[in-house]
């Protein structure tokens, strides 16, 4: 993984990005979301405290997932509609693989992006229904809508 070593453009507190595909930190000093571009850092605005979940896990943990070693480098935690939160973490793999280690009711959830083959046609979210099947994937098992809703970031 290679780490981007800088200071920020709010406070000028050192910050890392700690692996090639992180665009976004915050910075631990003063809560400033830091993009890289290509051609400088840009101060994005101050980000919100993360609610305290008692979550296990941390930003630095290393873990292995199917063979594969991992650094959680980000944390993301959203709102649910009804008001209860959950966190995403970022892993970073040794293989150049990313994803999301979700945490919600006590599970852990690891996550890809996973390309669509060309013309696969999904359904439009209004037209989800809970407990029916979601039907156009390709390949995949049968997926069942059991919640339907918007998350928002919360921090």
């Known amino acids: 993984m290679s780490v981007l070593r800088s200071n920020c453009p709010s406070c000028a507190a050192p910050i890392e990005f700690k692996a090639g595909s992180t665009i976004v930190v915050v ?25 305290e979940t008692q979550s296990p896990l941390k930003i630095g943990l290393k873990g292995e997932f199917k063979g594969n070693r991992f650094e959680l480098t980000g944390r993301a935690q959203l709102k649910h509609e009804m008001g209860g939160v959950w966190d995403e973490w970022y892993a970073t793999f040794s293989n150049g693989w990313v994803g999301w280690l979700a945490e919600a009711q006590g599970r852990f959830y690891m996550t890809f992006y996973q390309p669509l083959p060309a013309g696969t046609v999904l359904p439009d979210f209004e037209q989800l229904r809970i407990g029916e099947p979601i039907s156009g994937i390709p390949g995949a098992a049968e997926f069942i809508a059991a919640e339907k809703g918007t998350a928002t970031a919360a921090a």
Do not use: I, Q, W
């Not at 809560?31 to 993360?50: F, H, N, P, Q």
């Open 27 to 51: 910075c631990e000093f003063c809560r400033s979301a830091v993009a890289r571009t290509d051609r400088a850092l840009e101060d994005l605005g101050k980000v919100a405290e993360v609610v």
